[in-house]
Nanobody, 121 residues
Framework: QVQLVESGGGLVQAGGSLKLSCVASGSISNIINMAWFRQTPGKERELVARIGTHGVINYADSVSGRFVISRDNVKNAVYLQMNNLKPEDTAVYYC???????????????WGQGTLVTVSS
């Protein structure tokens, strides 16, 4: 079991920045993939960015060039620096830790409780 605790959400004006943090604890030795997903009411949860222990990073097209994901393996943490935020970035953001690197979260993935990001126009 992996426990994930997110922080850093809040209200920001369009064009502003926020940094999300997620700290993992528990059975973390098998984590390969750490990622951020987001979800809005009525829509499926979507991948925002992910980073693997092998150094591979992927971004959703909608955030590429504006968001930066990073990882601190000593602190067992993953971060999401969000710049030039837009109203359409408004969502609940979830941290994800997965022992697998695949096209979608595995059944063994762990999720945080979510943190709300609201971008006003």
């Amino acid at each position: 079991q992996v426990q994930l605790v997110e922080s850093g959400g809040g209200l920001v004006q369009a064009g502003g920045s926020l940094k999300l943090s997620c700290v993992a604890s528990g059975s973390i030795s098998n984590i390969i993939n750490m990622a951020w997903f987001r979800q809005t009411p009525g829509k499926e949860r979507e991948l925002v960015a992910r980073i693997g222990t092998h150094g591979v990073i992927n971004y959703a097209d909608s955030v590429s060039g504006r968001f930066v994901i990073s990882r601190d393996n000593v602190k067992n943490a993953v971060y999401l620096q969000m710049n030039n935020l837009k109203p359409e970035d408004t969502a609940v953001y979830y941290c994800n830790a997965d022992p697998w690197w695949g096209p979608s979260p595995s059944n063994e993935a762990s999720w945080g409780q979510g943190t709300l990001v609201t971008v006003s126009s």
